[in-house]
């Protein structure tokens, strides 16, 4: 009969810990254990270690964990090739206009695929009950994230209507943070897109967010995201107030580099539709959220 050291014995009991949250007792049951979860389940453990040296687990429990992780693993694998299927499609996109159009719109492009700590915590924020692997997959759409990174906000555009009108495409959501920016000053324009991917098993219809943001949208997310972990959500109200002037300076070299490049190539303004004009930043997001177009 395999045996485990007892340190693996806090998350197996998370089921009937009374002060354990949903997030921890789910992560318990696809088999993630956190470092924090370790370390304060390893300094409970040494306290209790002369009472409980070590603990018998069933060959069934084994079984269960394995096929569990198996399940985890395939659920994962769907969205990465999602994730793949788009960028295909954007670097086909970016290969076509530098060989036909002599231009690249696209500065760079990142994909990611959220961890399952991270799945956890949003699982836990959008107070999913219960949640299972469809649950999971009907409420939490940004698991395969594709963030597109162009020059300026007429490409970041021309890029979403390239994307969102090929055929096998399905548009779920699109928010549009730039025409409306998030009170912080973010910019980006989201959109929830649905690609089929094709298995031995049949067709697959899987979503992936895809973020399109210029350099300049994309220099201060990253910041902004780097100063609000340093100081765990709590930045200082100066901080706070740095960071917007520092999103409407990137707003204005926006505009700016984009009427250099057009007067420079002789390009008129704004051969596409221009966006809305951005709501102002007090504004409180109505009841139906503007920058959430429902397609
Ligand atoms: P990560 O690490 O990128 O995965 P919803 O999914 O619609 O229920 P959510 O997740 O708030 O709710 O959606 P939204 O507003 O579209 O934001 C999704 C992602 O946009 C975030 O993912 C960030 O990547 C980015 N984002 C949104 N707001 C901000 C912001 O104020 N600053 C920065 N730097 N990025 C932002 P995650 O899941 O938070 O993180």
Redesign the pocket.
Known sequence: MPRFRSQFLPERRLDTDSNCDRSARWRARIGIVRTSDFHSGFRSRTRNVDAMSTVHVTEDTINQARELRDELQRFLREYEFGMREVETKISILRDEFTHDHAYNPIEHVKS?L?SPD?IVE?IAR?GIDEPDFDRIRA????IA?V?VTCSFVADVYRLFDLLTAQDDVTVR?V?D?IAHP?D???K?L?A?IEVPVFLSTGALSVPV?V?FRTIAMDF???L??KI?YKFSNQVPSHLVDSLSDAADAAAELDSRMERLHREAHGIPLRQLAPPPPPAPRSTPPAAADPR?VGV
């Open positions: 990611r959220k991270s949003k959008k409420e939490i759409t940004d994230g963030r959501t928010k943070y998030k912080n000053g973010y980006s989201h929830i967010e973020q201060w997310a990253s902004e995201h609000y959430v």
